[in-house]
């Protein structure tokens, strides 16, 4: 029996998810074919079915990806002490990839799947549960540093964050005169007062 080489599997497997995005964010989830996403990757259909079922399967794994990036962008790190800094960090990196243009497109696609698509709105309300406990835990540490505001709700303050978070994503999708730079020291500044517990 031959012996999978875990290192060789997951270069495999992430060379496909690759391009499979790029085929979606050009055309679509359902505009797709299955034959395109092998022409991207430079497989046969067989080989990318050794690592997927199918189509579906395919997008599965991208959405659960996006969902484990976003809960380790989120998580402490080791060696971290700054609260207020590794909050800026991470708010920053969110930020930046509402203007990444694959990233930006793919998201959509994902959001429009989820409306119609039971078992996608099931994946994407599971990442955002890991989301959500990621921030939760982030703020919790921060508080207990002194360095939040003792009185701060950590599940409104979430709820908050990501509402500000989305938000700066649909105007930096949908408008395009929209001033990403101006947006984001404003929300920056506005998410700084919020924790802080100070005026703004």
């Known amino acids: 029996m031959r012996t999978v080489d875990p290192e060789k599997h997951e270069a495999r497997r992430r060379q496909i998810l690759e391009a499979a ?7 679509g989830f ?8 092998c022409a991207e990757a430079g497989m046969s259909p067989g080989n990318v079915f050794h690592y997927f ?17 976003m ?7 080791e060696g971290e002490t700054d609260a207020i800094a590794a909050m800026m960090a991470r708010i ?7 203007t990444d243009p694959l990233e930006a497109r793919i998201t959509l696609e994902v959001v429009a799947e989820a409306v119609r698509n039971p078992a996608m709105m099931d994946c994407v309300a599971r990442n955002e549960a890991v989301r959500r406990t990621a921030l939760a835990g982030l703020l919790e ?7 939040l505001a003792a009185g701060l709700d950590i599940a409104a303050a979430v709820d908050w964050i990501l509402m500000l978070l989305d938000g700066y994503f649909d105007r930096a999708v949908i408008d395009p005169a929209f001033d990403t730079g101006g947006a984001r020291t404003r929300l920056r500044a506005s998410i700084l007062h919020f924790l802080r517990g100070e005026a703004a």
């Open 21 to 27: 995005a790029l085929c979606f964010a050009r055309r």
């Open 92 to 98: 920053d990196a969110s930020l930046a990839q509402a």
């Open 71 to 77: 809960a380790a962008r989120f998580a402490l790190t």
């Open 30 to 37: 359902h505009q797709t074919r299955t034959a395109e996403i």
């Open 141 to 147: 540490w921060g508080q207990a540093q002194g360095q």
């Open 53 to 69: 079922a199918g189509k579906d399967d395919i997008i599965a794994a991208i959405v659960d990806e996006a969902g484990s990036e």
